[in-house]
């Protein structure tokens, strides 16, 4: 199974609508199951005081991990660029989900895609870099390249879904790509 992850929180923003185009993708272009996780539906209660004790683990927290992390074997997320790197909301999810089914949520030869959105020109690169690390530490193998896309608020519709053409062909390559990773 494939997830593909909208990396923020942040409601209707351009990375969500971008998130749902590559699901698409994925839909269109494979057989395998494909599940689509926005981090605007995490629990409101994630973050406490006592969220690394798997005990105090919301129920709501457990069931994304069990539906969404722990089920996938490759995991594609798309991250926009927040102070020169990823949202920290990624890493809270990421280590709220730590605590509990650590090896199944995270070992066993799990894979991961990358694709950056960002206004300017880098596309998110450096805030990719930085969770490819994160990724590399908990034993999640990341295909390169990456998939950054650059100067986002130019290559979008009205509707904020990406219509340029370049764009579009480079992410349906990506898509395919990690189907073949």
Do not use: W
């Amino acid at each position: 199974m494939i997830t593909v992850f909208s990396g923020t929180n942040r409601k209707n923003s351009a990375t969500s609508k971008v998130a749902k185009q590559v699901f698409d993708l994925f839909k269109n272009n494979t057989e395998e199951e494909v599940k689509f996780f926005s981090l605007e539906d995490l629990p409101d209660n994630i973050l406490h005081v006592d969220m690394y004790g798997s005990e105090k683990q919301s129920p709501e927290l457990a069931k994304i991990q069990d539906e969404y992390l722990i089920k996938a074997n490759k995991l594609y997320f798309v991250i926009p660029e927040y102070n020169g790197s990823f949202p920290g909301v990624l890493k809270l999810f990421l280590d709220a989900c730590s605590v509990r089914a650590y090896k199944d949520s995270f070992h066993g030869g799990k894979k991961a895609a990358l694709m950056g959105v960002s206004s300017g020109r880098a596309g998110n690169l450096r805030g990719l870099e930085h969770f490819t690390g994160v990724l590399n530490y908990l034993h999640i193998t990341v295909m390169p390249p990456h998939q950054p896309i650059s100067t986002i608020e130019k290559i979008v519709n009205s509707d904020g879904f990406v219509q340029d053409a370049d764009n579009l062909k480079a992410m349906e390559q990506h898509v395919r790509k990690f189907i073949q990773f």
